[in-house]
C-alpha cells in the first residue's frame, strides 16, 4: 500500500536508476536506508545543519550496498578505459577525478599493492570476479577481463570510502 509504513524500495529498471538520490522518494516515516545510514534527518523536525559522521555502517554501505558497488566498477571501468597506460597513472587519474588532487607517493605504493593483491585473488577466483563484474544494470567493460575489473574495483572502492570523498572538510 502506498502509505504504508512498511514500503518496499524497488530499483528502477532503467536508465532513471541513476539519478541522483534527489528524486529518491522520501516518505516523512520511512526514510531511504541509504539515506539512513548517511544520516539524513527523519523531517519530523527541522534540521538547521547536520551532523556529520563517518561510522563504520557507512564504510559498510559503501562497501556492500549494490548501489555503491556499480558506482565503483563503473569508475573502475573509466578509470582503465584509456589504454596502454600503468597502474600508477590510472591511480593518480582516479585521484583526479575523485578527490580533485594527486595522490602521495605512499597512496600509489598503497593502492598497487591493493590492485595487486586483489589481480591475484580474482585470477584465483574467476567465479567471484564474474559475480562481482555482473552487479548492477550497466554492462561490463568487454575490453578487460572479470578479474581485472574486479581488482579495480577493489582500488576505486577505496579510493570511495576515503574520509574526504565522504565529506566536506
Given at each position: ?54 561510522t ?71 567465479e567471484?570476479?564474474t559475480s ?38
Amino acid at each position: 500500500m502506498y502509505g504504508s509504513r512498511h514500503m518496499v524500495w524497488a530499483t528502477s529498471a532503467d536508465a532513471s536508476q541513476y539519478r541522483r538520490s534527489l528524486y529518491t522518494f522520501w516518505k516523512r516515516q520511512n526514510v531511504h536506508p541509504t539515506m539512513l545510514a548517511f544520516d539524513a534527518p527523519t523531517r519530523q523536525e527541522c534540521t538547521a545543519e547536520r551532523n556529520i559522521t563517518n561510522t563504520p555502517g557507512q564504510a559498510l554501505t559503501l562497501l556492500n550496498d549494490p548501489i555503491f558497488v556499480e558506482a565503483s566498477r563503473v569508475f573502475a571501468m573509466r578509470v582503465t578505459a584509456t589504454p596502454n597506460i600503468d597502474d600508477s597513472a590510472r591511480i593518480t587519474h582516479a585521484f583526479a577525478l575523485a578527490l580533485q588532487r594527486t595522490p602521495s607517493a605512499a597512496e600509489i605504493t598503497i593502492l598497487k599493492t591493493l590492485l595487486a593483491n586483489q589481480r591475484a585473488w580474482y585470477q584465483d577466483h574467476p567465479e567471484q570476479a564474474t559475480s562481482l563484474a555482473a552487479i548492477g544494470q550497466q554492462p561490463a567493460a568487454a575490453s578487460l577481463t572479470a578479474a581485472d575489473v574486479a581488482a579495480w574495483t577493489a582500488v576505486t572502492r577505496a579510493i570511495l570510502n576515503l574520509h574526504e570523498f565522504l565529506n566536506r572538510s
